[in-house]
């Protein structure tokens, strides 16, 4: 997307900012990085500064790089986990050469080093996830070669232990996604990946899943002492119908419910690849809560400890698996849970069907955000990143529609962070070569109402004061002058003329539900568009500019039959062609016409498309052609349905149809009457034409001819 406004935060002695923890306010943005933890001030909508010029440097010592240069690994200390502990301290976790070490740090930035193990990886490419509800819930790999993952709490107080998974659990090369707290549960979903033991196949088969625990979990009194309780998993399935699935969950947000709706509508969105990754191929899924919690409520798999396979057998169901409170269960209750923590069902979709496929990039990264449009309608968006792109979609009933494709970087780069500011509308990227603020929106890019409301932006809005497309927040109105309306008599030669937006660009005519024939139209090569008027060519029409693949619509008409009481407004022979601009303030105006507002619905976009409604608004123009009036909302048109499915509007002028009714009817009456009585008169004269014949006596019937 050009014109593009984007802040980067670059240091030559600072790398890996992939790590990113807004403030409340989102005044203040804390960068994990690789030896450093940095506090930017991004109060400020175009900059991103040290806040008080202040840096702490967080470096392994020469006896740790010393170490860790025998293991042959990559001995800086790359911060992995950040959060806020409370209203005054930080706590961060670094692979510290490869010996981990976590730190309480308080917002004046001082530290204290302390044991980092099971807390933060070893390696510092390896994924993890860590979230604070009061104490420290990560998971992550608790060993240096990476073959014990984990789910622990940390930084219990009082009578709460730490707990951690069962050792014997078996899991394998689990990549962990995100953890996520979900408040009225009092649950901590993890999502991640790992080896499908439940399969049998020969090849590793990589599926998604989704686990939980609970908060107030204190372990078992002799069963599953320090352990959880209520750890359950369940599979994530992102596919559609009968086809082939996407496997490998890459990146997950969270989407709470609209306002008013129940918390079980709470909405997980999540980026998955096929397997292998490289396949080229992904997409977006969302799975509702209240699904998650349906599976989590059912059946359970059994595992066998001696062959690590599991398997559906039907079982007496002694507990509840991941159910809250089983700290006082039975021990039998509780090994019942030990053994059964893999739901039999799998999570599906929503509407059992994929929210979003691309066969051309591989995403890796997400946010999801409600959007209230200038019709108050709501609508979802999505910002999904690429090695170099970031993609805004908006879903609407027939799909998703990308909006924009905003180069981030020149040189693909390892993507590892997204942060999605809502209250500033800034999304942060996160790399290892530098740090990236991009605006969600840009409104002002759209140089007409045509543009800001075909691009389907739910964040952009046209104001008809400032004549511009604006954030949602500045328009003071959804409605806005959308094109020019041509009034025509039948039979007359129409030419439609479209500005060019570059002298590379090529102009094409669109109609909405209807296709531009070659023996009723022509295109000149000045790009304008000549016909005959017909009922079947009146209607509304599209100019699109095209160029290097992006498409944008320089203008709009709607071409309508004369009213045999509107007289010629003006009558300029050759009409005036305008590059289509932003009108000056300084454009003087002769009188105050009124433009005609166009509902998207009528230019065959879809029904959640934000729509426009009919106000009256100043316009300003310093050319006029001839046939081009105007459409107030006082002209009271009606909508005349034509056999090509457009609208053709019409006007009420002086209405006849009750005199021409009764005129007609006197007239049947009449020759009904006149066709009676001519009738009556033939069959009289045929009746008189007609003679009898004599018929023969009795006498002469009794002779004989001899």
């Known amino acids: 997307s050009p014109g593009r406004r984007l802040t980067s935060f670059i240091n030559d002695d600072i790398k890996n900012t992939t790590l990113l923890l807004l403030t409340p306010d989102e005044e203040t943005l804390y960068v994990g990085a690789r030896d450093a933890l940095l ?155 790992e080896a499908g033991r439940e399969y049998d196949f020969i090849n590793k088969f990589i599926v998604s899943r989704v686990s939980q625990i609970c908060v107030s979990d204190v372990g078992g009194q002799r069963t599953l002492q320090r352990r959880w309780t209520t750890f359950a998993k369940a599979q994530l399935l992102c596919q559609a119908g009968s086809e082939l699935p996407y496997n490998v969950l890459q990146d997950i947000s969270i989407l709470p419910p609209a306002e008013g709706a129940p918390a079980d509508d709470t909405l997980f969105y999540g980026i998955f690849t096929s397997q292998p990754v490289n396949s080229g191929r992904s997409a977006v899924c969302s799975f509702r809560l209240a699904d998650i919690k349906a599976v989590f409520s059912g059946n359970y798999k059994v595992l066998n400890r001696d062959t690590l396979q599991w398997s559906a057998r039907v079982q007496e169901k002694v507990a509840n698996p991941g159910e809250c409170g089983l700290h006082n ?169 479209c500005p060019a937006a570059s002298q590379l660009s090529q102009q094409q005519w669109e109609r909405p539900n209807s296709r531009l024939s070659s023996s009723l139209y022509l295109q000149l090569k000045d790009g304008s568009l000549s016909f005959v008027a017909t009922p079947t060519t009146l209607g509304h029409y599209l100019c699109l500019s095209t160029e290097n693949g992006y498409r944008q619509t320089m203008a709009i008409y709607h071409v309508k039959q004369k009213s045999s009481q509107a007289p010629t407004s003006y009558t300029h022979q050759t009409p005036v062609t305008q590059p289509a601009r932003r009108p000056s303030p300084n454009t003087s105006t002769g009188s105050l016409d009124r433009d005609f507002v166009l509902n998207p619905t009528d230019l065959g976009q879809k029904d959640n498309t934000p729509s426009l409604s009919v106000q009256s608004i100043p316009a300003s123009s310093t050319h ?79 002779k004989v001819t001899p």
């Open 624 to 702: 006029r052609a001839r046939n081009k009036t105007v459409w107030t909302e006082e002209s009271q048109w009606r909508g005349v349905k034509l056999h090509d499915g457009e609208l053709l509007v019409s006007s009420r002028g002086p209405c006849y149809l009750k005199e021409l009714v009764a005129v007609s009817i006197l007239l049947v009456l009449c020759l009904s009457l006149l066709i009676t009585i001519s009738l009556y008169f033939i069959r009289q004269r045929c009746h008189c034409k007609t003679i009898p014949q004599p018929q023969p006596s009795s006498r002469d019937a009794g």
């Open 329 to 497: 269960a039975s021990d039998n209750a509780l090994r019942f849970v030990k053994e059964n923590f893999l739901t039999e069902d799998s999570v599906r979709p929503v509407a059992r069907s994929l929210t979003m496929v691309s066969a051309e990039h591989i995403y890796c990264r997400l946010s999801v955000q409600r959007v209230q449009a200038v019709n108050r309608k709501h609508y979802t968006m999505l910002f999904l990143l690429t090695a170099g792109q970031l993609h805004k979609a908006v879903l609407l009933r027939g799909g998703a529609h990308i909006i924009e494709e905003i180069q981030v970087f020149q040189n693909p780069q390892a993507v590892k962070s997204l942060k999605l500011s809502i209250p500033k509308g800034v999304i942060y990227v996160g790399t290892s070569e530098r740090l990236v603020k991009i605006p969600v929106s840009n409104c002002s890019f759209y140089w007409n109402c045509a543009q800001c409301v075909l691009s389907r932006d739910p964040f952009c809005a046209w104001d008809p004061v400032g004549r511009a497309c604006v954030e949602i927040f500045e328009a003071q109105t959804p409605t806005c002058p959308a094109g020019e309306l041509v009034s025509v008599s039948l039979n007359e030669v129409v030419r439609l003329h």
């Open 39 to 193: 506090e930017l001030d991004v109060s400020q909508k175009d900059a991103m500064t040290l806040k008080n010029k202040f840096q702490l440097d967080w470096s392994p010592s020469d006896k740790d790089l010393e170490q860790c240069s025998m293991k042959g690994a990559d001995c800086s200390n790359f911060i992995r986990v950040l959060e806020f502990l409370n209203s005054s301290h930080l706590y961060a976790c670094g692979t510290f050469a490869f010996s981990p070490r976590c730190t309480y740090i308080p917002l004046t930035m001082h530290q204290n080093l302390d044991e980092g193990r099971g807390r933060c990886p070893y390696d510092p490419y390896q994924r993890n996830t860590a979230v604070i509800v009061g104490e420290l819930y990560t998971g992550t790999v608790a060993d240096y070669r990476g073959n014990r993952p984990i789910i622990a709490r940390h930084l219990s107080e009082g009578k709460r232990l730490d707990l951690k998974l069962d050792d014997t659990l078996g899991w394998l090369e689990p990549t962990f996604i995100r953890s996520i707290y979900i408040p009225h549960e009092e649950k901590i979903y993890f999502f991640f990946s």
